[in-house]
């Protein structure tokens, strides 16, 4: 039976001991608490994955390590996480069955959009040992291509001018490395947390360039006294739903405007190279190591690269959500094929994992109904993710003299996502990317001609290494796959694909 409704009732640490039986809540003293990370980027995934790692910890007795959470772009904490005194519900949904937990890691919040200042008090502070962050992978400042800091960007241009009142998120890690040198020296373990190639090698370089430029012996402090770890992180935490706010107030009788929601499937892989003192996450599920690569190259090409391929096309095919593409058999017949036969031979072994368990594991995932993890939400920026996702795993069959035709198209799924969305093509749906405006200028000077726009795309080389962008095959493929999926029939094109290649659907 649900619990009665109190729309008075809103989630605040009073109401803890009156939680419903079947609302699991923190197991220790959070008053006892102490912040010891700093966490960029407050949003669903930190607060479905990170943060509950972190509430795992705090429950087997150490009271060293509580969130100090930060926004540095909206929405802002203080009208939902900082009501709630950092509390909110995490909803673990699979199919029709859902478990209901609060989460207390978070104690204390920050709002740092209108100025650095704020996060920069915290960022700086001698109590914070480990500073952790989940952004958008733009939020970097980086070239796809390379993974160098992309010096044109806007924000950086103002950072180098004004580096004491950062905009971009190189410049306030930076600036609040500096804050830590002149002050206490202490050192500092600084986090990616986001799905981007060697994340922890792009944020240091990042960084580590804006020091240079900096001066004043700030480069050389960093060498010595911060580490950027790279990790692999995995819980598929599509965005919060109006079903799923009421869905905590009808079932459990109390309001909370932070809830989120994610799938049981959770990973954590950090690389063991830490400047200070570090949570000790392996106690509580995560695995540290040495190198992160072989498990980053699996998430990526496997079930990431199966999500960015099943978002374009489940768009071409009028399918909203992912697991409505999994439902589709012509489409995951494809996502299942691609992976298989051309995805799998470029990875490396990784220890524990068998990969094709990894490939059987990951589609089972995605045709959870419960997980409303939408097509468009999934294309968001899908330029600053199809380099380590498809085109990575291209360049290593292309090296290894072997098939790219599903591969290529899924980037020219891509390609028909980001064309369509332009005024020449009736701007079927909005597309949030970076470069959607730069597609958009191509489709509009040379129309539906497919050669036209593959030369056009492929000649954006922060996204296309010029090899790639060169090799005939590859233009070949892209071209008359982008020519299929602009035709009256995106699906029939994919068909003809299965077909020719005497693929049964699965």
């Not at 740092?112 to 109590?127: H, I, K, M």
């Not at 790279?230 to 598929?236: A, K, P």
């Not at 999500?307 to 996502?335: E, N, R, W």
């Not at 920026?381 to 098939?403: E, F, H, T």
Request: proline share 7%.
């Amino acid at each position: 039976m649900s619990a009665p409704r109190d729309p008075r009732a809103v989630l605040q640490p009073a109401l803890l001991t009156s939680l419903p039986a079947a609302v699991a809540r923190p197991a220790y003293d959070r008053a006892a608490v102490t912040r010891g990370i700093a966490h960029i980027g407050v949003g669903a995934f930190h607060r479905a994955h990170q943060a509950e790692f972190t509430d795992d910890l705090l429950a087997g007795g150490t009271t060293r390590w509580g969130i100090a959470g930060i926004n540095i772009r909206p929405p802002r904490l203080t009208e939902t996480l900082g009501r709630q005194q950092g509390l909110y519900t995490r909803l673990i949904r699979e199919d029709q069955s859902v478990a209901a937990r609060v989460i207390g890691s978070i104690v204390s919040v920050t709002d740092s959009q209108e100025s650095a200042a704020p996060a920069l008090a915290v960022l700086a502070a001698p109590d914070i040992d480990v500073i952790t962050m989940t952004v958008t992978e733009k939020g970097y400042c980086h070239t796809p291509a390379t993974g160098a800091l992309d010096a044109s960007r806007p924000e950086i241009v103002h950072d180098l001018a004004d580096p004491e009142a950062p905009t971009s998120l190189p410049g306030l890690i930076l600036r609040a490395l500096e804050l830590r040198m002149r002050s206490h020296g202490r050192p500092v373990t600084v986090v990616s947390c986001d799905n981007i190639p060697a994340n922890g090698d792009i944020l240091g370089a990042v960084v580590r360039e804006l020091a240079a430029r900096r001066g004043g012996g700030l480069a050389g402090w960093i060498e010595a006294n911060v580490s950027f770890p790279g990790t692999m992180v995995d819980r598929i935490a599509p965005a919060t739903s109006e079903t799923d706010y009421a869905f905590v107030e009808n079932q459990f009788g109390y309001r909370d405007d932070a809830v989120v929601v994610g799938e049981p499937f959770r990973q954590w892989v950090i690389e063991n190279r830490f400047a200070g003192p570090f949570p000790a996450f392996d106690s509580v599920g995560a695995t540290f190591v040495e190198d992160v690569t072989a498990f980053e190259h699996l998430k990526m090409r496997i079930l990431n690269g199966a999500q960015t391929s099943l978002c374009y096309l489940g768009v071409l095919a009028a399918h909203a959500h992912t697991f409505d593409d999994m439902a589709d058999p012509l489409l995951a017949g494809f996502a299942r094929r691609m992976l298989i036969e051309e995805s799998l031979p470029t990875l490396a072994p990784v220890p524990g994992i068998d990969p094709a368990v990894y490939v059987e594991q990951s589609l089972a995932r995605l045709r959870n109904t419960a997980i409303r993890h939408r097509n468009h939400q999934i294309a968001t920026d899908g330029s600053q993710k199809i380099v380590q996702r498809l085109l990575n795993p291209i360049r290593d069959r292309l090296a290894a003299g072997a098939g790219i035709e599903l591969l290529s198209l899924a980037v020219a799924g891509w390609m028909a996502y980001l064309v369509r969305a332009s005024a020449r093509f009736g701007n079927a749906w909005s597309a949030d990317d970076p470069f959607a405006g730069r597609v958009a200028a191509i489709a509009d000077r040379v129309g539906a001609d497919p050669a036209g726009l593959t030369d056009g795309i492929l000649a954006i080389d922060a996204i296309f290494a010029p090899p790639l962008a060169a090799d005939p095959r590859f233009r070949a493929a892209v071209t008359r796959h982008l020519g299929g999926l602009l035709g009256a029939d995106p699906m029939a094109h994919v068909r003809r694909v299965m077909a020719h290649e005497g693929w049964q659907d699965a």
